[in-house]
């Protein structure tokens, strides 16, 4: 009969061990921001522990013999997940990377795979190795959360053009074993989360201290104030979308975007200051604000003069009073 591994991970996957050590004292050495050793398994690896404390997740990117790690095209990486001193399952995926686990000893996994392109599988497990998620993406992870009593977690994916698993966050629900929500990376990628299981909210947390919330079908809590805030702070992303709509823009909200654009033409990197003044000759254009658009192109330019206005500015010279021609 073949063994539960060797059914979910195929020809390559190890046998479980039948002896499970007890009551051996798995120190935990830490080194790093997630590195330790376990001297009594002769492990070295990365290590996730539970909110609680009572489970830890080990797993080591590379392969049995221990010889080779990283890229690779064939040679499973391992991971363990132990509780009181004793591993309660183990098991193996390609290229194991990213684990959280919960305070129910669930836990979440990305799996970076073998060879070439964009690609990876996010995993969950429930805390006796049985899987309760496997979702394979076409494009890297990036990084994935886990609510502390293991019902839900997130992953978020990295850019891959054509792909429509491409700069995305989804949701699942480890207690179905399915996709709930999936929506843009548009607040930027996030460096933690936190979950609210009650009213089933999620927020992606910033290091900078930002924090977006969404509900657990994927719509932002408060937009409104979201782009607000980052108007303020000079982000062009937001501003470009907003320049970009074909709604018309209010007082007030004309008033943030320029003084969010004067923030972003202060940028001490060149490219950032050449688009901030392309937007604001957007902003002046669509305002019918003829001559500051041309000024604000004429900036962009001088800082980038492959920013892509030199046409527009033209023709907005061509159509001032008096103007036939754009002067030379």
């Not at 183990?90 to 799996?111: M, W």
């Amino acid at each position: 009969m073949r063994t539960f591994l060797q059914r979910l991970f195929g020809k390559e996957a190890q046998s479980e061990p039948t002896a499970r050590p007890k009551a051996k004292h798995l120190r935990i050495q830490k080194f790093g921001h997630d590195l330790v050793r376990i001297e009594t398994l002769g492990f070295f690896g990365h290590h996730a522990a539970s909110p609680n404390g009572n489970f830890h997740l080990i797993w080591a990117d590379r392969n049995p013999e221990g010889t080779v790690g990283g890229y690779r095209h064939e040679g499973h990486g391992s991971w363990s997940l132990l509780h009181d001193d004793e591993i309660v399952s183990t098991g193996r995926l390609e290229r194991p990377a990213d684990g959280k686990t919960a305070n129910n000893g669930s836990f979440i996994i990305h799996d970076r795979m073998f060879g070439d392109g964009l690609k990876g599988r996010f995993v969950a497990f429930r805390a006796d190795g049985e899987k309760l998620v496997e979702k394979e993406l076409t494009a890297n992870l990036f990084g994935n959360g886990l609510s502390d009593d293991g019902r839900f977690a997130i992953c978020q994916t990295a850019n891959a053009p054509g792909s429509a698993d491409s700069c995305r966050y989804i949701l699942f629900d480890l207690e179905l074993g399915e996709e709930i929500a999936r929506w843009e990376v548009e607040t930027g990628w996030a460096d933690g989360y936190q979950f609210d299981t009650t009213n089933r909210h999620v927020f992606l947390l910033r290091a900078n201290g930002g924090r977006v919330g969404y509900d657990f079908g994927g719509a932002m809590l408060d937009r409104k104030g979201w782009q607000t805030e980052r108007i303020r702070a000079g982000d062009l992303h937001v501003i470009g979308k907003i320049l970009a709509s074909e709604e018309p823009i209010e007082r007030g909200k004309r008033e943030a975007l320029l003084t969010g654009l004067e923030v972003a033409a202060q940028d001490s990197e060149p490219a950032l200051r050449a688009h901030a003044f392309r937007l604001l000759g957007e902003f002046h254009e669509k305002g019918n604000a003829i001559q500051e658009a041309i000024d604000a192109y004429d900036k962009a330019l001088s800082i980038d003069a492959r920013i892509g206005v030199a046409r527009r500015l033209a023709k907005l010279r061509k159509s001032l009073p008096g103007s036939s021609k754009a002067p030379g």
